[in-house]
């Protein structure tokens, strides 16, 4: 498995839009599927969304469903969060995840922070009202 790295935090406003990236610490993601979580400094750490390397097979959390939309280009070996309609709640650090398994997700809940091996250190993400 390769240890994911976040950037593209920064501080927008209430209904702009911001793009992270998640690219591969040492060698490529494929074929592990990839995750995004988030967490404020006084809230446990949130699901936002997952992707499989194989198909286009996707999940969201409620929070961020029909905002945000999560991506991969396999030959930049990267992982995106296009994240738009941004509200002050989703202030948060966010973090790119590399799934246990080199496979679907099988019998693995994608939304389960347990499912993943490797975490990213996370970008600052701030939203102003």
């Known amino acids: 498995q390769a240890q994911p790295v976040e950037s593209g935090g920064g501080l927008v406003q209430a209904g702009g839009s911001l793009r992270l990236s998640c690219t591969a610490s040492?060698?490529?993601?494929?074929?592990?599927?990839m995750g995004w979580f988030r967490q404020a400094p006084g809230k446990e750490r949130e699901f936002v969304a997952a992707?499989?390397?194989?198909?286009?097979?996707?999940y969201y959390g409620d929070s961020v469903k029909g905002r945000f939309t999560i991506s991969r280009d396999n030959g930049k070996n990267t992982v995106y969060l296009q994240m738009n309609s941004l509200k002050p709640e989703d202030t948060a650090v966010y973090f790119c995840a590399t799934f246990s398994k080199p496979v679907t997700f099988g019998g693995l809940s994608p939304s389960s922070p347990s499912s993943y091996s490797y975490w990213g250190q996370g970008t600052q993400v701030t939203v102003s009202s």
């Open positions: 992707i499989a390397w194989s198909g286009n097979i996707r």
């Open positions: 040492g060698r490529s993601f494929s074929p592990y599927p």
